[in-house]
């Protein structure tokens, strides 16, 4: 059963820094994509940062020069770090991991790409 634990999150002023982690388990064989995504209340969910299956971090415009993404392979873990005096009441959403990897399905090695995400943690920037 491949996981995504979440931890960080919470409340914190304008101006101020926050760093999200996950961490990725279980069983698979690769993985293609890890990042996250959040949700604001009545907003679709939507890209904040992910690494591409190259291995390039990609971040939405929203969020460019402010969050950093970045990982540790051999754990798995990615961080988001949201940087000093970058964040806004708008980046206030439920920030969620997600990842997509690369699962063998049988025992002839066949495998298939699973897409999981994190159950949220919430951010909250005041004004």
């Known amino acids: 059963q491949v996981q995504l634990v979440e931890s960080g999150g919470g409340l914190v002023q304008a101006g101020g820094s926050l760093s999200l982690s996950c961490t990725l388990s279980g069983s698979f064989k690769s993985v293609n994509t890890m990042g996250w995504y959040r949700q604001a209340p009545g907003a679709q969910r939507e890209l904040v940062a992910v690494f591409s299956s190259g291995g390039v971090a990609q971040y939405a415009e929203s969020v460019k020069g402010r969050f950093t993404l970045s990982r540790e392979y051999n754990q798995n873990t990615v961080y988001l770090q949201m940087n000093m005096n970058s964040l806004k009441p708008e980046d206030t959403a439920v920030y969620y991991c997600?990842?997509?990897?690369?699962?063998?399905?049988?025992?002839?090695?066949?495998?298939?790409?699973?897409?999981?995400w994190g159950k949220g943690t919430l951010v909250t920037v005041s004004s």
């Open positions: 997600n990842a997509n990897v690369v699962v063998v399905v049988n025992v002839e090695g066949a495998s298939r790409n699973v897409d999981r």
